[in-house]
């Protein structure tokens, strides 16, 4: 049974009304300097989700291996021409788009295919916006990391990556509580949203995972 995800519509309308919401919430600063809130976790937590970093742009890079334009170091930067996504999205799904007709100059239309194949063909929500991606020179590193998980968990739930039964890429917090300490009454908008969405398609499959045990 396929896992319900928000209608594009209405994530549409729901991204704008977040982001004016948040936006007017937390003031007209486009870059406020939040200040640093002391946030104690225990040194086993911290580890634990660096690993899990570590371990999904591990992942990443040995998926997009050989893929010309594509070099992920981070999560940020290495994925701000759009060729990493399509390059991740392409091993997967060959098929679905000709990578070598794709170039880093044309930023819009990488985000536009590696996004639009991922939703056709892994039923991965696009959690990021094109225009937004297109805007920002380098793109949060938080609202990737979100995104991948996101496509990572579609690939597992559809049985294209093998892993184990409970994995801590499921069970790690998409956004850790240290950033949004920091971000405090501002947080990012599209962050937020991210993270929302993605966090109801996953509480949704587990959802539909109980009521298929129930039946």
Not at 154 to 175: A, E, I, R
């Amino acid at each position: 049974m396929k896992a319900q995800s928000l209608p594009k519509t209405s994530a549409s309308q729901a991204r704008k009304a977040m982001m004016e919401k948040l936006q007017k919430e937390g003031g007209s600063s486009p870059n406020p300097a939040p200040a640093r809130s002391a946030v104690q976790r225990s040194s086993s937590c911290v580890t634990n989700a660096n690993s899990i970093k570590q371990m999904l742009l591990d992942w990443c890079r040995a998926k997009t291996r050989g893929y010309e334009h594509v070099d992920i170091q981070n999560f940020s930067s290495s994925w701000s021409d759009g060729m990493a996504f399509c390059a991740l999205v392409h091993n997967f799904f060959p098929e679905a788009f000709d990578y070598s007709q794709l170039t880093p100059q044309n930023r819009r239309h990488n985000f536009e295919v590696a996004f639009s194949s991922a939703e056709k063909h892994a039923d991965c929500p696009q959690l990021l916006d094109v225009e937004d991606m297109v805007r920002m020179r380098e793109p949060d590193w938080k609202c990737v990391y979100t995104y991948i998980q996101e496509f990572y968990r579609c690939l597992v739930q559809k049985g294209l990556v093998k892993t184990k039964k409970s994995t801590l890429v499921d069970c790690v917090p998409l956004v850790e509580v240290e950033d949004m300490m920091i971000m405090g009454k501002k947080p990012d908008p599209k962050c937020v949203f991210t993270y929302v969405q993605s966090l109801y398609n996953h509480l949704r499959r587990h959802e539909l995972r109980m009521q298929q045990k129930q039946c």
